[in-house]
């Protein structure tokens, strides 16, 4: 049974840092990309970021560069997306996914981060 499961969201101050974890099972881990998107209340979902298989290579949406990092650590089938200087517009539901050259092919269940004083 394939499962991504986050992990790490929750109440933060504006200026705060979280740290989500997306821990992955029931496939190979290491030939997937992983990306973070998230779905704002009123918004259309959003790509955040995203990492290729290796780790090598990392984009970023321009309201995020700078302040989000996306890593894997392959060894332990989890991907981590960095939120540092969080602002309200962060607030979302932030959802994990894997993909191929076919397509976003797994999605985990989704993790609310709320910024907020």
């Known amino acids: 049974q394939v499962q991504l499961v986050e992990s790490g969201g929750g109440l933060v101050q504006p200026g705060g840092s979280l740290r989500l974890s997306c821990a992955a099972s029931?496939?190979?881990?290491?030939?997937?990309?992983m990306s973070w998107y998230r779905r704002a209340p009123g918004q259309e979902r959003e790509l955040v970021a995203s990492?290729?298989?290796?780790?090598?290579?990392?984009n970023y949406a321009d309201s995020v560069k700078g302040r989000f990092t996306i890593s894997r650590d392959n060894a332990k089938n989890t991907v981590y997306l960095q939120m540092n200087n969080l602002k309200p517009d962060d607030t979302a539901v932030y959802y994990c996914?894997?993909?191929?050259?076919?397509?976003?092919?797994?999605w985990g269940q989704g993790i609310q981060v709320t910024v907020s004083s």
């Open positions: 996914s894997a993909f191929t050259v076919y397509g976003n092919l797994y």
């Open positions: 029931g496939f190979t881990f290491s030939w997937y990309g």
């Open positions: 990492i290729n298989n290796a780790g090598g290579s990392t």
